[in-house]
């Protein structure tokens, strides 16, 4: 029961970028006097008034990726091959996104597993460009593909996207062209939700994901208002390339009446500080382990507390024989003065 509401609480927050304009948040800079209503929308600086979290969370995304810890032994996922035949996709005041358990049209098969935890995929929200940095540099687009499981904890694929001139239709981004060849722009572009019925089906993990899965792993939030923590990203190092086509599709998008994209017409939240979190690295070759990353945090932990009952026990160890040896010292010191005051005395005679 409570996975259950979990799971329909964060769904409900994610749901926030999909919102409509009355929402009270926008992307573009506000001041500080904004009232966080459709009337007076406020910006990323000033989210916090629509969620303290925004503001006073400490495990907040995205970040700028600047460094990590390269973990050689972890689990790595096993991708489904199921395709979903029916999905929502539309625009609205934040950009393009595409449901997949939304107005019956649930697709529970698109999903992938970790240390035989099995997350559904539920929606796709599209950024211009990238939220996610690495090494402070933005990508041209950013894909983030939200998962959840049925214990409650939820997992966000971040694709990052690269226009390149001259890469060939269907080259690397298959997925997105299921996208515009589902339905005719007239409809994509006219602001509202448009239900899919499309029969070749959509698969993520065969044509999205990078060939490389190298990917970088941090706890997180939502990118959105209310900002909810708790989140796992694994944000892969390999950007897809798609086309300049594409691109167009993602950035120049009409939005809907109350448009809440900044001045340049980009969606994102700027970065966040990492507050002391550790972002891992894993390279497409690293050792599978069943362990999750919380576990393996555990072990680390585990693995510390020994090295300290380790050391703990050799300083007592060493603090004994010292004091072994010190007290030795002083009685064989004082048997010396002893015998030296014994040696001074004058022999009385009888």
């Not at 990590?68 to 395709?83: E, K, L």
């Not at 005719?184 to 490389?212: C, E, Q, R, V, W």
């Not at 024989?321 to 004082?334: A, F, M, P, Q």
Request: glycine share 8%; net charge negative; charged share 10%.
């Amino acid at each position: 029961m409570f996975a259950i509401q979990f799971i329909t609480t964060f769904m409900a927050t994610f749901a926030m970028a999909s919102a409509s304009t009355s929402s009270g948040w926008t992307y573009a800079s506000t001041s500080n006097s904004c009232a966080a209503t459709a009337a007076s929308p406020c910006g990323p600086t000033n989210w916090g008034k629509l969620s303290p979290t925004c503001s006073s969370g400490t495990n907040q995304s995205p970040i700028d990726i600047n460094g990590a810890t390269s973990q050689t032994v972890y689990p790595q996922p096993t991708y489904g091959t199921a395709s979903c035949y029916q999905w929502v996709q539309g625009t609205n005041g934040y950009g393009f996104q595409v449901d997949f358990t939304s107005q019956n049209y649930t697709c529970t098969d698109v999903q992938f597993a970790v240390s035989s935890i099995s997350y559904v995929l539920q929606k796709i929200s599209f950024h211009v460009p990238s939220e996610h940095t690495i090494a402070g540099g933005a990508f041209s687009a950013e894909a983030q593909l939200l998962h959840t499981a049925s214990t409650g904890e939820s997992i966000v694929l971040v694709v990052l996207l690269s226009e390149e001139s001259g890469v060939s239709s269907g080259v690397n981004n298959a997925f997105l062209n299921s996208f515009w060849a589902s339905t005719d722009s007239t409809t994509l572009m006219s602001g509202n939700t448009y239900p899919i019925s499309y029969h070749s089906g959509l698969n993520p993990y065969s044509h999205f994901i990078p060939a490389d899965v190298g990917r970088f792993i941090y706890d997180g939030s939502s990118t959105t208002p209310s900002c909810t923590e708790g989140v796992k990203y694994y944000v892969f190092e390999e950007a897809v390339k798609i086309t300049s086509s594409d691109f167009n599709n993602l950035k120049n998008i009409p939005v809907q009446t109350g448009n809440q994209l900044d001045g340049n017409g980009d969606s994102i939240r700027p970065t966040q500080a990492l507050n002391g979190r550790t972002v891992i690295y894993v390279p497409s070759t690293a050792v599978s382990t069943t362990d999750d990353y919380s576990t393996w945090n555990a072990n680390q932990n585990a693995v510390a507390g020994l090295v300290l009952a380790v050391i703990g026990i050799g300083l007592i160890t060493v603090l004994c024989c010292v004091s072994i040896i010190l007290y030795s010292l002083v009685v064989k010191s004082n048997k010396t003065i002893a015998e030296l005051k014994k040696a001074a005395q004058p022999e009385i005679a009888v």
